[in-house]
């Protein structure tokens, strides 16, 4: 699968890289269009054409450490495990994972596994995505894309979502019950006049903040390569503004990038992605200095 920006830097030793690469091909509850599986093999192989710089500063200094892929064969359970335990060994050495998906179920064992690394402090997470996330199972599973965050929520998170534009009756009932722990902005408040490029967490929010990308977040005219495209989505700058906002009131201690479904032939979106994911290690290092 080769390493993050393996055309420019060498892989520094583990102990010496702030961010930790883990590449997650799971694609397993997929309810739409498929390819997720090749998400983090495209986004790996488009980091090569990116500069080291970022516009602003060169990320890339802090030390980027490319793991091998997670095994995802077996059930569920196992392979979220299998995630929380390589997390929770980065986060407990206080590096950054950025574990690139694959469907958005990884996130489960993404954030529980940095949670296991803070045992004394809440976690919370901040999601970009079209989609809630919020169903309690979706054909007939509950380990499903569109139920992780409520698999979140019930282990007791705090959630702000952004860019959420399509949402069933029951996503909204779960917002509505949990009112003190998920907060939102949805894109029609988001990206229609005056978008809107930079926002304030709730007083009460964690310090600790666990930042999650669906890559659809992204208006769907720009990014197709998603197995459940939305319209009516984030520009690429207003993603990366708020991100910056965000990354700018609160201490990042991981993070994931998911469900690219790469299109063959339009690299353009595999790019993209990576890209996302390069400038949020630049906005984070940043912010830490």
């Not at 995802?72 to 950025?98: H, L, T, W, Y």
């Not at 964690?206 to 005219?221: F, K, M, Q, R, S």
Request: include cysteine.
């Amino acid at each position: 699968m080769g390493i993050f920006l393996g055309s420019e830097i060498e892989q520094p030793q583990e102990d010496q890289a702030l961010f930790h690469i883990v590449p997650v091909p799971y694609e397993h509850s997929v309810s739409y269009g498929s390819g997720t599986s090749l998400g983090p093999a495209a986004i790996i192989e488009a980091s090569d054409q990116l500069e080291t710089t970022d516009g602003v500063s060169e990320p890339c200094n802090e030390g980027i450490y490319t793991h091998p892929a997670i095994d995802c064969s077996g059930d569920p359970e196992a392979i979220m495990q299998r995630i929380r335990s390589v997390n929770g060994k980065i986060a407990a050495r206080k590096q950054i994972p950025v574990v690139l998906g694959g469907e958005h179920t990884v996130s489960y064992g993404a954030v529980m596994g940095v949670a296991d690394a803070y045992p004394e402090q809440k976690i919370g997470i901040v999601q970009f995505d079209a989609h809630a996330d919020l169903r309690d199972s979706y054909e007939g599973s509950k380990w499903s894309h569109a139920s992780v965050m409520k698999r979140l929520v019930d282990e007791g998170m705090s959630l702000f979502q952004l860019g959420v534009r399509a949402m069933s009756v029951e996503e909204q009932a779960v917002r509505d019950a949990h009112s003190d722990r998920i907060h939102y902005l949805d894109a029609r408040c988001l990206c229609r006049q005056n978008p809107t490029h930079s926002m304030t967490l709730p007083e009460d929010f964690p310090e600790l903040i666990y930042i999650t990308v669906d890559i659809d977040g992204l208006d769907g005219a720009i990014m197709p390569a998603t197995g459940t495209p939305v319209p009516g989505g984030l520009s690429y700058w207003q993603m990366i503004d708020l991100l910056e906002s965000v990354i700018g009131q609160r201490q990042v201690v991981g993070m994931d990038v998911v469900e690219l479904a790469p299109i063959d032939g339009f690299h353009v979106y595999d790019y993209t992605t990576a890209e996302v994911v390069y400038k949020m290690m630049g906005l984070v290092s940043r912010a830490r200095d």
